[in-house]
Nanobody
Framework: QAQLVESGGGLVQAGGSLRLSCAPS????????IGWFRQAPGKERECVAA????????YAATSMKGRFTISRDNAKNTVYLQMNSLKPEDTAVYYC????????????????????WGQGTQVTVSS
């Protein structure tokens, strides 16, 4: 069973950048498709970005395209979410999610498709 540890959250001013990291443990890191989700107070959890096991395919939500980039370094057992041009509406708890037993190029974008979740990291963007 995978355990996920997120890091990199914090407080940043609008227009700034943050890089979140997710490090799954358990099985071989490259076995997992990974997704980043976020949940703001009073709102549903939504997919921000996702990446396939191989890293060859990625997804970014429409409102994040051009600002958020997901990548993975299998040698370092880490997935990154680079967030640029942050806005106050990006304030949320960000969660890393993982799923194994999935094809190399499959990208998963819904909550129910993931089996493992991290505890979340808070991102706060001030105006």
């Amino acid at each position: 069973q995978a355990q996920l540890v997120e890091s990199g959250g914090g407080l940043v001013q609008a227009g700034g950048s943050l890089r979140l990291s997710c490090a799954p443990s358990g099985r071989t890191f490259s076995s997992y498709a990974i997704g980043w989700f976020r949940q703001a107070p009073g709102k549903e959890r939504e997919c921000v970005a996702a990446i396939s096991r191989s890293g060859s395919r990625t997804y970014a939500a429409t409102s994040m395209k051009g600002r958020f980039t997901i990548s993975r370094d299998n040698a370092k057992n880490t997935v990154y979410l680079q967030m640029n041009s942050l806005k106050p509406e990006d304030t949320a708890v960000y969660y890393c999610a993982a799923r194994d037993n999935i094809g190399q190029t499959i990208v998963l974008v819904t909550i129910g498709q993931y089996d493992y979740w991290g505890q979340g990291t808070q991102v706060t963007v001030s105006s």
